[in-house]
């Protein structure tokens, strides 16, 4: 599996823009990029994915760097709700079926009131 | 929708001794995968189920063993607990898309303890 690199902690001020950043350099060509995250005592929670073009839903916006080799998770205006471990996670879907989700340890994020 | 739902919440064992997990997914989902969760650290992938057949596995002795029912809940079983066992079990749910990848639901999880 693609690794992937994310610092271990970040902090942000409430109703502020975040961004989370995350290397994946042995990413290939039919690797998937996701973010989950997860709040505590809950499981993981789906947040984006995409594959070479920008994304935007509601919760969030993942920035993908031409190359591919890096992407960051934007979201907008922080909310203590945000706090959380994101994960950013890559996975092939180049055959034909599900494919599973390796986790690393993620970024633990902490909002600031 | 209750979403995905897994039970029980919490558990104790002992070690030695064999447990039985619960998983029911999503409305519509027809695909389920199990994780676990040590303190501390991310999930970790164990096996995934498809039409009530185990489609992948990562890397988990044959201690662990899974089933899916035709209506498409699942259980996850260990057999011959070890202390290192402890942990969250995840079960996580998704619809069979093909050659895109699906938004995976999560439950809240299992609390194994093995003491």
């Known amino acids: 599996d693609a690794k992937t690199t994310q610092p271990n902690s970040m902090e942000s001020n409430e109703e502020e823009p975040v961004h989370l950043p995350c290397n994946h350099s042995t990413i290939s060509g039919t690797d998937y990029i996701h973010w989950y995250r997860q709040l505590p005592s809950q499981g993981p929670e789906y947040v984006i994915h995409g594959l070479t073009s920008n994304v935007n839903n509601r919760m969030a916006s993942l920035a993908i760097a031409e190359d591919r080799k890096s992407s960051t998770l934007i979201l907008h205006r922080a909310t203590l709700r945000d706090a959380a471990v994101y994960y950013c996670?890559?996975?092939?879907?180049?055959?034909?079926?599900?494919?599973?989700?390796?986790f690393g340890t993620g970024t633990r994020l902490t909002i600031i009131p | 929708d209750a979403g995905v739902t897994q039970s029980p919440t919490h558990l104790i064992k002992t070690r030695g001794q064999q447990v039985t997990l619960r998983c029911s997914p999503k409305?519509?989902?027809?695909?389920v995968s199990w994780y676990q969760q040590a303190l501390g650290q991310g999930p970790q992938f164990i096996f995934q189920y498809y039409e009530e057949e185990e489609r992948q596995r990562g890397n988990f002795p044959d201690r662990f063993s899974g089933h899916q029912f035709p209506n498409y809940s699942s259980e996850l079983n260990v057999n011959a607990l070890l202390l290192g066992d402890s942990a969250l079990y995840l079960c996580?749910?998704?619809?069979?898309?093909?050659?895109?990848?699906?938004?995976?639901?999560f439950g809240q999880g299992t609390r194994l303890t093995v003491v």
């Open positions: 996670i890559l996975s092939s879907w180049a055959n034909f079926g599900n494919e599973k989700l390796t």
């Open positions: 409305s519509g989902h027809d695909t």
């Open positions: 996580a749910s998704s619809l069979f898309q093909g050659v895109l990848p699906p938004e995976a639901f």
